[in-house]
């Protein structure tokens, strides 16, 4: 009996460990699009701790499922999804310059991890606000059909914006207004992410979901307080909060891969 417990034991261990090493692994070339969230602006070393540093340093970390990860951060600081539209010819073309670096690098998968919305939402100041949950979508879709018509084997994938306090008012008006129709866009998001599963299935996925309700309760510890017409607001991550916000990417990134 004790023998036969072993044989079994054994052949168990033996195709647990067959599985393992039998799982390919995924390499990544990313590039982030964004905006000051993803730039890391207010951070003292962006180049060390915005959050796509942290979210490759997490998919890194992965071993067992992911190799090599390269990536290019775009965000830039007060964009808005019209600011990426194709047409606009403003920053999609710095978008395709990054992307091409890794082209052809066939052996990993090109991953544009996307979060915009923040400025669209404002009241007045970033270009084109304020952005109505219909025309959020319209540009979002604009800027993935292209990504997809230039990168066929591409994936991508869309985090919903996160919390900013409604008092903020910096060179941009936001306040409770704003923050009520950045919530708007995540039902669009959801939409969007429905409608390319049919289209394109496998490609467009919805990343993280959680930083919105995270930042909304850890605001205090992991945002700066920034001075503005309406009192202390709280809108960028610091560098606890940007690493947070890493790793959520990171996870969400995750749950892509084998799909």
Not at 120 to 134: F, L
Not at 155 to 181: C, F, Q
Request: charged share 20%; proline share 5%.
């Amino acid at each position: 009996m004790k023998n036969i417990r072993k044989i079994v034991s054994g052949l168990l261990c033996l195709a647990i460990c067959c599985s393992v090493m039998g799982k390919e692994k995924k390499h990544l070339n990313i590039v982030f699009i964004g905006n000051s969230i993803t730039q890391g602006a207010l951070l003292e070393d962006p180049k060390h701790d915005a959050p796509p540093v942290k979210a490759a340093l997490y998919l890194r970390k992965q071993q067992s499922v992911i190799g090599t990860v390269r990536y290019s951060n775009q965000g830039v600081s007060g964009s808005t999804t019209v600011d990426f539209l194709p047409q606009t010819e403003l920053l999609f073309p710095k978008v395709v310059q990054a992307a091409d670096r890794f082209k052809d690098e066939t052996w990993a998968t090109l991953l544009f991890s996307v979060m915009l919305g923040t400025n669209d939402s404002a009241i007045t100041g970033p270009n084109g606000s304020p952005v109505s949950a219909d025309q959020y979508r319209e540009n979002m879709k604009t800027i993935l059909d292209k990504l997809l018509a230039l990168y066929p084997k591409c994936k991508i994938v869309l985090h919903r914006p996160v919390w900013y306090s409604p008092n903020t008012y910096n060179g941009a008006k936001y306040l409770e207004e704003g923050l009520n129709r950045l919530q708007s866009y995540y039902p669009e998001l959801q939409a969007l992410v429905l409608d390319y599963s049919k289209r394109f299935p496998g490609q467009v996925f919805l990343g993280d979901t959680d930083g919105f309700d995270y930042f909304k309760t850890h605001y205090k510890e992991e945002l700066f307080p920034e001075k503005g017409n309406a009192g202390t607001f709280y809108l960028h991550p610091n560098k606890k909060g940007a690493a947070a916000l890493g790793e959520l990417w990171g996870k969400a990134i995750v749950g892509t891969i084998d799909n």
